[in-house]
Structures are given as structure tokens and as C-alpha cells.
């Protein structure tokens, strides 16, 4: 079979697909329309205030080249840790803090530049799409699980097992070369934030835009990008209530609690893993609700269900993706591999950290978290919650950035 003639198959099973679709929607009307509100209402209260913020200081700060800055400071961990330029360091900061998509969105912005090659931006892409803090403590620890403690398991299985991947991921492609240092970089090999300031001076003076040109820029990309966004969640939010209409669902269920008796594991958390195959907001929802499975097995399948993060959040990060010639193969197979380690990570930190959860607790208080928010009072919450979260990992990566630069030179001098 040629690749036009497979081409033309494609298309038609997408078509057939679709028609289907559209079919049920005419025979369920009502269930599509409640489930499509209920999809805008997530983008609108939740999505929408909480990523907007992160898109546009993201651009404004490539425009401004500060991101340049951060890269020179962190070039010397980011390349023999990860094999990514230090300007990936910026990528690792903004996606651990604001969440999916904000590190596909950056990592294709990088690529377009030309600042990273096609497998250096898979290897970020891999590692750098996760929750954002708020998400994780605030609906899943506090919200569904009633209990902020939890937190503290959550975010060190997620997020721990998330650097595990960066690491694993340097042998992605591992004979590919590497985007040469920044003519900033290599002249400047004396003080760190000499070399950082030149970087940002010539990145600035290479983007030439006018301020109103560059936050016109950021802030159109941004809105447009949040469209697509929305347009996806409300769809995967139809396609999940079509297919629990016609029994689909129950029938994905069904095969789960078979598959989750192997594993020694609860039926009652084939809901959660079904809805989080999906989308990850139900899935949390649902592991948290599963109180049959005990907490250790519910703490286990939101691990597993944060770091797969939903067919949702795939199609928004594929849909990024697709304006460069990245690939969305080895993001697949990082998520999987990201959700067992994330999964496993639960299983064996739970007794461990269990007894700590209550002092974990005083961190995040539970009334912080569980008020109602106009939109506006998200967007500044998830701003504020971001930024704090972006600074500590920016810290700690100039921190290991530092000792990698004296080790250099304690070796040198021998």
C-alpha cells in the first residue's frame, strides 16, 4: 500500500469517525449540549484565567530575551544533565509551575527560533509537561481527596518521577548533535552573569520589536492558543458523555477491573482510570471518590492519572506540536513510562511519607484552597502560585548551575 492510498484510507476513517460523531450528537442532544457547557465552564473558570497569564509572560519574556538570560545562568546543568541548551532550563521552570501545555507551547516557540533542534525539543516536551502545583493541591489533594497532606506524596511521585524522565530522556537520539552554545556563551567563558546579560542583549537587540509590537504579539498568540485549547476540552467532554451513552464506557470499565484484579488493585477505581484515560480532571475526581480501593491504592491511580495527563491534554500538546516537525511519538511513550514511574513512586512513598502528612498539612490550608473564585481571583492565585514556583526551580537549578561551573573549574585547575 502506497502512502497516498494509505493517506485516503486515513482520511476516510476520520471522516467516518466524525460522521459518527455527529450522529450521536443527533440522538442525544441533550447530553451533548450539558456536557458541552460543562466543558466551557472548566475552560472559562479554571483554564482559561489560570494558563492566559503564563502564555503571555512567556512570550513578553522571549521577546525581552530574559529567557536568554536564564538560559546562559543555566547552560552548565542543563546540557550534561538533560542534553537540552541551558535556555531549556526556562521550559523545566514554566511547566512545572503553570502545568499542560504552557512546556510544549515554549518548547515550540524554541524550536521555531531555531534555538533548539527537533530532538532537544522532544526531550522537553517529555519532561516538562506536568500539573501545575495549584492543580495538584488544590483540586486533587484538598478538593478530591480532602486531605492536603496528600500533597506531599503526590508532588514527590509526580514530579520526581518527571526529572527521572528528563534524565531518560538524554539517550533520546543520542547521537543527534546539540544546538551549539550562543556566540554569547562561548566568548564570554569568565563571570556567569557577564555572560548572562550578553546573551540577553543580544537576544533583545535580534528581536527588534517595539514593546506595544511585542505585547500585541504575545497577547494574540496567547488568546489564540486558548482557543484551540477550549475547543478540545469542550470536545473531549462531548465525546466522553457520547460514549457513556451508548455504553462504551462501561464496557472500558468492565476490561479495567479485570485488568486491575491482576494487579491486586480495587474494581471500584476502574471509573477513576477510564475518566483519567481521558481527561484528568475526572479521573482525580474519580480516585478520590473510590473509597472502597483504600488510600493507598487511590493515591496510587492519581499518581497514574497526573502524570498521563488525559487524551485531552495529549490533543492539546499534539495540536502544538504540529506547527514545527516535532514528533508526537516519543511523547506518548514518555507519558506512559511517566505514569508508571509516577504510579510506582506512590506505591512506595505512601508508607513513608504517610506519617508526615499532617505536619504537610499546615502548609496547605485547607480553606486556602477550597473557597470559590471568580475567574479573576483564579488567574491571580494561579499567577501568584506559578510565580513562586517558578523561582524555586529556577533557584535550584542555578544552585546545581553553580556547583556544575565549580567542579569544571576545580577539574580544570588540576
Not at 495549584?134 to 478538593?143: E, K, N, P, R, S
Not at 478530591?144 to 514530579?159: K, V
Request: proline share 4%.
Amino acid at each position: 500500500m502506497n502512502r497516498r492510498t494509505s493517506r485516503t484510507l486515513l482520511m476516510l476513517v476520520i471522516a467516518g469517525v466524525l460522521s459518527a460523531f455527529a450522529a450521536l450528537m443527533a440522538i442525544y442532544p441533550s447530553a451533548a449540549l450539558s456536557s458541552a457547557v460543562r466543558g466551557l465552564s472548566i475552560w472559562w473558570d479554571v483554564l482559561f484565567p489560570s494558563l492566559l497569564p503564563f502564555f503571555i509572560i512567556s512570550e513578553a519574556l522571549l521577546g525581552f530575551g530574559i529567557v536568554h538570560f536564564i538560559g546562559a545562568l543555566l547552560d552548565p546543568v542543563m546540557r550534561p544533565l538533560f542534553r537540552v541548551p541551558g535556555i531549556g532550563g526556562f521550559v523545566v521552570a514554566m511547566g512545572y509551575a503553570s502545568g499542560y501545555p504552557v512546556g510544549a507551547k515554549l518548547t515550540t516557540r524554541l524550536r521555531a527560533d531555531r534555538l533548539v533542534t527537533r530532538e532537544e525539543g522532544e526531550r522537553l516536551i517529555a519532561f516538562t509537561s506536568t500539573s501545575d502545583p495549584i492543580f495538584l493541591i488544590g483540586a486533587v489533594a484538598v478538593g478530591f481527596f480532602g486531605n492536603a497532606g496528600l500533597a506531599l506524596i503526590l508532588a514527590a511521585a509526580h514530579y520526581g518521577a518527571g526529572l527521572i524522565i528528563g534524565i531518560m530522556m538524554r539517550f533520546h537520539a543520542s547521537a543527534s548533535p546539540m544546538t551549539p552554545s550562543s556566540s554569547a556563551i562561548r566568548d564570554f567563558e569568565g563571570f556567569l552573569f557577564r555572560r548572562a546579560f550578553q546573551a540577553m542583549h543580544q537576544a533583545r537587540r535580534q528581536d527588534g520589536r517595539s514593546l506595544g509590537t511585542l505585547l500585541r504579539d504575545a497577547i494574540g498568540s496567547s488568546l489564540r492558543l486558548m482557543t484551540v485549547v477550549g475547543g478540545l476540552v469542550v470536545f473531549f467532554s462531548v465525546l466522553m458523555e457520547m460514549l457513556a451513552c451508548i455504553g462504551v464506557m462501561h464496557i472500558i470499565d468492565s476490561l479495567l477491573q479485570s485488568a486491575l484484579a491482576l494487579f491486586h488493585l480495587s474494581p471500584s477505581l476502574a471509573p477513576a482510570f477510564s475518566g483519567g484515560l481521558f481527561e484528568v480532571t475526572l479521573g482525580a475526581k474519580g480516585a478520590g471518590a473510590a473509597d472502597a480501593a483504600g488510600l493507598r491504592s487511590q493515591v496510587v491511580a492519581a499518581a497514574w492519572i497526573l502524570s498521563w495527563a488525559g487524551l485531552s491534554v495529549h490533543a492539546q500538546i499534539a495540536s502544538i506540536m504540529n506547527e514545527c516537525d516535532m514528533r508526537y511519538l516519543p511523547f506518548l511513550a514518555a507519558r506512559v513510562l511517566h505514569s508508571l514511574l509516577a504510579a510506582g513512586a506512590a506505591y512506595f512513598l505512601f508508607p513513608l511519607l504517610a506519617p508526615y502528612t499532617a505536619e504537610a498539612a499546615i502548609w496547605f490550608p485547607s480553606q486556602m484552597w477550597t473557597e470559590a473564585y471568580a475567574p479573576w481571583e483564579t488567574a491571580w492565585h494561579s499567577l501568584r502560585g506559578g510565580l513562586w514556583t517558578l523561582l524555586a526551580v529556577c533557584g535550584l537549578l542555578f544552585a546545581a548551575s553553580l556547583l556544575c561551573v565549580a567542579w569544571q573549574r576545580m577539574r580544570n585547575s588540576r
